[in-house]
């Protein structure tokens, strides 16, 4: 069993930067895959990176170039520059350990234009 809780959303104006921050605690030796999505209102949840543990990323073309995702251990990041409004969603952090998928509580990005 793994516990993921994210940090680092707020308020940004278009252009600028945030960095989201994933902690995990339990099994986290035995995380296979580690992943940021989100979800806009009315919509649903989609894929914005992926790392696996052998190193492979995977990105939402809509954030390819401006989004980078990255892992030491424990945390999860997810640098995101030239954010846009359409960016604008709950943010989560989600982890894949024996074929079980775990989920943070989300925290909010609002990107103003």
């Known amino acids: 069993q793994v516990e993921l809780v994210e940090s680092g959303g707020g308020l940004v104006q278009a252009g600028g930067s945030l960095r989201l921050s994933c902690l995990a605690s339990?099994?986290?030796?035995?995380?296979?895959?580690v992943g940021w999505y989100r979800q806009a209102p009315g919509k649903q949840r989609e894929l914005v990176a992926r790392l696996t543990s052998g190193g492979e990323t995977t990105y939402a073309d809509s954030v390819k170039g401006r989004f980078t995702i990255s892992r030491n251990t424990a945390k999860v990041n997810l640098q995101m520059n030239s954010l846009k409004a359409e960016d604008t969603a709950v943010y989560y952090c989600?982890?894949?350990?024996?074929?079980?998928?775990?989920w943070g509580q989300g925290t909010q990005v609002t990107v103003s234009s």
């Open positions: 989600g982890a894949t350990l024996m074929g079980r998928n775990y």
């Open positions: 339990g099994r986290i030796f035995s995380i296979t895959a």
